[in-house]
């Protein structure tokens, strides 16, 4: 395995912590706090925010050696893995137009990063 297609796999890696912190910010949205300032300072939105921070750090880390032409290619599979989460955490239901979506974003990074 090359050093481009590692790091291309640590922006991956990057995406689903990324995608995850949106997840546990969605939690955080759908309980009942007593008061603002508790619904915004709250276990669930610090480590969700920690994580967005160490997802930038990595995305930013892994640029430095992989083309950035695949940035976008690889940031589209959040909506996959958040799709994903949500049906796993939620559930959420994935339905036909959403499962295609899905597919043509995985397909398309797959011709992108191949080719």
Same mark, same amino acid.
């Given at each position: 395995?090359?050093?481009?297609? &590692?790091?291309? &796999?640590?922006?991956? /890696? ?17 309980? =009942?706090?007593?008061? =603002? #300032? ?8 610090? +480590? @969700?925010?920690?994580?967005?921070? /160490? ?15 695949? @940035?976008?290619? +690889?940031? /589209? ?6 799709? #994903?989460?949500? @049906? ?9 137009? =959403? ?17």
């Amino acid at each position: 395995m090359s050093n481009q297609t &590692l790091l291309l &796999l640590v922006m991956v /890696a990057s995406v689903l912590v990324s995608s995850f912190s949106q997840v546990l910010l969605k939690a955080s949205a759908n309980k =009942k706090y007593k008061n =603002k #300032i508790r619904e915004y300072l709250n276990p669930l939105v610090f +480590v @969700a925010y920690v994580f967005f921070f /160490a997802s930038t750090l990595i995305t930013v880390y892994a640029l430095r050696y992989v083309p950035l032409s695949y @940035a976008p290619v +690889v940031e /589209a599979l959040g909506f996959v893995f958040i799709a #994903i989460m949500g @049906a796993l955490f939620f559930k959420e239901k994935i339905h036909g137009k =959403k499962l295609i979506g899905m597919l043509l974003i995985v397909i398309g990074m797959l011709i992108v990063t191949v080719l």
